[in-house]
């Protein structure tokens, strides 16, 4: 790495090697095998020192560039309305597997379509979808290319020449892996920082503030409320993994076993019920009970 022609020598690599496995997040705790996620007491810090170090300035040049970004050819865009038509469009898959015979078989994998958990799994998020369109209503005026995967495994840090303590956040460097970026709503990155980055909904809320008043102060627009946000991510991550079990979403079971996804599917419900959604629940639809359906 260069910087004015000298060699970056501070080149700082432990922060990512300290990434801890299995975190606390949103009231369950989660298991992270491949990367692992920042550790709860600093991940606030961290947060917040990437919404300020390349959130806010990327969005800046993004705001001020409108059209050049509209005729750049790339992909999207993505807003939170046709996200949910696109969740619609994945329900109506599943419930063509499920109207066809009891077993079939997707990519080798065997998925039972016809069972009871997998017909309440469909008829709550067909429920959650709708409720989505309902709840958010504030459409901005601007895109923003957003990275959606702002991790620590993205980024080159450095030390500043001042000791880092194990609180402390070093110095974004670079910013790098750019293949799921996309023009979109800029509420998606935050969304997403808020839900993947943050362990808590105070901590989710304390970035979403932030972002809030860089956004009206320099347009002078209101982004709305976290919650509908974190619900449309509960709902993605979901069916992603539901497709991802089935073997039919291109990933497959990469990083984890199939009853850890029936898990994690268990648990997203449970967050969605946090939030609001009392239709659903992780004690309704329990990880032993999702167990055979993929």
């Not at 432990?14 to 949103?26: L, P, S």
């Not at 606030?44 to 990437?50: E, K, N, P, W």
Request: aromatic share 10%.
């Amino acid at each position: 790495l260069e910087e004015e022609g000298s060699i970056v020598r501070n080149y700082n690599e432990n922060f990512k090697r300290d990434m801890v496995k299995i975190r606390h997040e949103f009231g369950y705790n989660e298991w992270h095998p491949r990367h692992g996620r920042v550790d709860e007491s600093i991940s606030l810090q961290y947060a917040t020192s990437v919404l300020r170090k390349f959130i806010i300035p990327m969005h800046s040049f993004c705001f001020r560039n409108k059209s050049a970004l509209e005729n750049s050819g790339i992909e999207g865009p993505y807003t939170f309305q046709n996200m949910a038509k696109l969740y619609n469009k994945k329900m109506q898959e599943l419930k063509i597997l499920q109207n066809q015979n009891e077993v079939v078989k997707i990519d080798d994998c065997r998925v039972i379509t016809k069972h009871t958990s997998m017909k309440k799994i469909i008829e709550w998020l067909e429920l959650g979808i709708d409720k989505l369109e309902e709840e958010n209503n504030i459409e901005m005026p601007h895109l923003a290319l957003c990275h959606c995967d702002l991790q620590p495994q993205n980024f080159i840090f450095y030390d500043d020449n001042v000791p880092l303590s194990n609180s402390t956040v070093p110095n974004i460097l670079a910013v790098f892996d750019f293949e799921e970026c996309a023009l979109a709503d800029p509420r998606f990155e935050i969304s997403l920082l808020c839900r993947r980055v943050c362990c808590n909904t105070n901590q989710a809320n304390t970035i979403w503030e932030l972002y809030q008043a860089f956004h009206y102060h320099l347009l002078g627009v209101d982004i709305g409320r976290i919650e509908p946000w974190l619900k449309l991510e509960g709902v993605h991550s979901i069916i992603t993994m539901i497709f991802q079990g089935m073997g039919s979403s291109g990933r497959g079971l990469q990083w984890e076993t199939q009853d850890d996804l029936m898990c994690k599917i268990s648990r997203e419900f449970g967050r969605l019920h946090s939030l609001g959604w009392n239709f659903c629940s992780e004690h309704e639809i329990s990880a032993k009970s999702l167990k055979g359906i993929i």
